[in-house]
């Protein structure tokens, strides 16, 4: 072994190094930035349609997708540099966001439903509350029991038993965050055994996935416009009558991302889908 290939170089550097040259990470790497990728579409796709008015307040989900997708880019940054650690932090970080981003949907759902419910009216609280910066002691549990209990994906969160796998989750990335034994801390990854650095890259890539997945599913039932192909719009933009049902088409690039990756739910959610929304996945 040449040992000055490592002299002046930091443990990350080092890292780096060691992860450019192996495949099978550069490969896992490349794929959660597919997931990077739909983000960025997917936020181009709901620009416009994401506006949400509560109290004296108006605003766009555009900053919360943004960050999403800015934070998908730094797991990704951390990967590269052998970071798992951080890696998971930032992926719980992602799930706070994101299903921040699905309570407000949830919410405005509900709220033009009419819905007076207490649960409605306490998250009505905290987003004005976060509006103003002064949003505090609102855990994810608290986020996801509201979204949970929303009559419009109830039924959902039952039948997919998602809150267990969500308790699960969160679990494995709270002990990332607060470094809850040996194992869940950054280190030189050439002391990895084996395969080891390689199931953890792709352990990240499926949590991200799944956290992805399941947000974007509940999203479709609370507001399938969130899903919709431009077409129809197009259509009246150009002073065109759109064609016959185009308001259910899918953006393909969705349609794409869901055939990827619902198994990791159920095979059967795309089909509750059309069930639920009239929306067409072809």
Known sequence: MDFNEFEGKSIRQLNQQIIAQDKRCKKTIADMRVVENFWNDFGILSFGRDFVICGVHTFSLQLISNACELTLGSIIACCESGCMADAYSLLRKYRDDLF?????????????????SPEVAQMETNIKRWVNDGLNDLYIG?????????????????????????????????????????????????????????????????????????????????????????????????????????????????????????????ESCIKYLKDNTGMEFE
């Not at 949830?106 to 009419?114: I, P, T, Y």
Request: with cysteine; net charge negative.
């Open 100 to 116: 921040f981003y699905l309570y407000i949907v949830v919410w405005n759902a509900d709220k033009k439903l009419d819905n007076k």
């Open 142 to 266: 608290d986020v996801l029991q509201a979204i949970g209990q929303s009559p419009m994906v109830k039924d959902a969160v039952q039948k997919y038993k998602l809150k267990n796998k969500f308790d699960d989750l969160g679990d494995k990335l709270n002990n990332y965050v607060h470094s809850n034994g040996l194992s869940f801390y950054n280190r030189n990854v050439s002391v990895f055994q084996g395969k080891v650095l390689q199931k953890q890259m792709e352990e990240v890539l499926n949590e991200m996935r799944f956290i992805t997945i399941t947000c974007l599913f509940l999203l479709t039932i609370c507001s399938p416009l969130s899903i919709m192909s431009t077409d129809y719009e197009d259509c009246l933009d150009c002073n065109m009558i759109p064609p016959e049902g185009a308001q259910y088409w899918v953006a393909p690039f969705v349609t794409e991302f869901f055939k990827s990756n619902i198994e990791l739910i159920d």
